[in-house]
């Protein structure tokens, strides 16, 4: 869902007077680590924080808010760039700038258990998705399935 030039503003805003915001999920492109409905904390992150594997918050040029995990770094032209994907996707985002990047998350909360993205199962997970290129492929067998079951 596209959002207006200036809620992206407020959101950056609280942000950085709060030092995070909440948001629920939606869309199945992070599933199963984030499930429609979950609410996802960020924190402030710069391009020069963030590693490998991070779920980022980011702003797309159609004022969408994303958060997808970040696969590579690249300079090119003496310019950051970042290459997120959806852990159910099997292609990457198109590229972002770093004044796209808003956060990066802290934490999941899924039926008030708290998630961290630190914990060592999160850890495993992100590597496993980031390295193992068919995971994505299950994923998308078993969402594109589950959604013909529940529409007949």
């Known amino acids: 869902m596209p959002f207006p030039n200036e809620f992206v503003k407020l959101f950056a805003q609280v942000l950085k007077k709060r030092g995070w915001i909440e948001l629920p ?40 808010l994303i958060a997808h995990r970040l696969c590579r770094k690249v300079i090119t032209n003496e310019q950051l760039t970042l290459l997120c994907k959806g852990d159910s996707n099997l292609s990457y985002d198109v590229a972002i700038q770093q004044d796209q990047l808003i956060a990066k998350m802290d934490w999941i909360k899924r039926n008030e258990r708290i998630i961290f993205v630190t914990s ?26 589950r959604e013909r079951i529940h529409t007949s």
């Open 25 to 64: 999920a939606q869309g199945t492109s992070m599933f199963p680590f984030i499930r429609r409905g979950d609410i996802c904390r960020f924190v402030p992150a710069l391009a020069t924080q963030i590693r490998r594997g991070d779920i980022l918050l980011f702003c797309t040029p159609q004022g969408n």
């Open 120 to 145: 060592p199962l999160a850890y495993i997970w992100g590597h496993l998705v980031l390295t193992v290129p068919m995971v994505s492929v299950a994923l998308q067998y078993y969402l594109y399935h």
